[in-house]
């Protein structure tokens, strides 16, 4: 199976790096480079979420019927820290709930020293074959 995050061109602009995919889990990693940032040179809000939600939506992928396609539903972020321009932040998305219609899936976004920086849970929605 060709890596999801190439048929995701805005992750692939903001340098989003898929480690390791699986349907039990999807790891990514992203570099903190200043036009990600907000003022003060750390990551904005944002790029947190839109990180997160490039996870999720290869997890919901992964996971979907043949045919199938998903789309984000619901999206909610727990901002718990900083990080700055230069350093490596990782994220580790696991499920919740996989269902027939939904899924729902919980990423953990840290930096190098393991530091909880973020917790986005999303709904990704299955799209049924036409």
Known sequence: MADPVFTMPFATLMGVEIVETDKARVIGRLTVRED????GHILHGGAYMAFADTLGAIAGFLNLPAGAGTTTLES??????????GEMVSGE???????????????????DAGKLLAVVTQTQMVLEPR
């Open 36 to 39: 990600l940032c907000t003022s």
């Open 93 to 111: 998305t696991t499920p919740l709930h996989v269902g027939r219609r939904s899924s729902v899936w919980q990423t953990r976004i840290t930096n």
């Open 76 to 85: 909610k972020t727990n901002f718990l820290g900083s990080a700055r321009v």
